[in-house]
């Protein structure tokens, strides 16, 4: 998928997980859960760009994190 480049908010299907794209390869795609944590990797063809909705939702989330944490 062309458009998961470093930064873009991708759904990992496989796991039913959101993350931000950290690395992407032919062989992987490596994401990082919204509020941080441990990295994971996925394969390509279980990885899709999310739909506005859903990366507002996203969005909102980082926001609220930062917010609690008084970042």
């Known amino acids: 998928m062309p458009d ?6 991708a759904k990992d299907t496989a796991r039913d997980r959101v993350g931000v794209v950290v690395v992407r390869t032919d062989a992987c795609v490596r994401l990082r859960p919204l509020k941080g ?3 994971w990797e996925a394969a390509p063809t279980e990885v ?3 739909s506005a909705r859903e990366e507002l939702s996203a969005r909102l989330v980082i ?3 930062g917010r609690r944490w008084g970042k």
């Open 4 to 9: 998961l480049v470093p930064g873009s908010l």
């Open 37 to 39: 944590g441990a990295f």
């Open 48 to 50: 899709t760009r999310l």
């Open 63 to 65: 926001a609220n994190a």
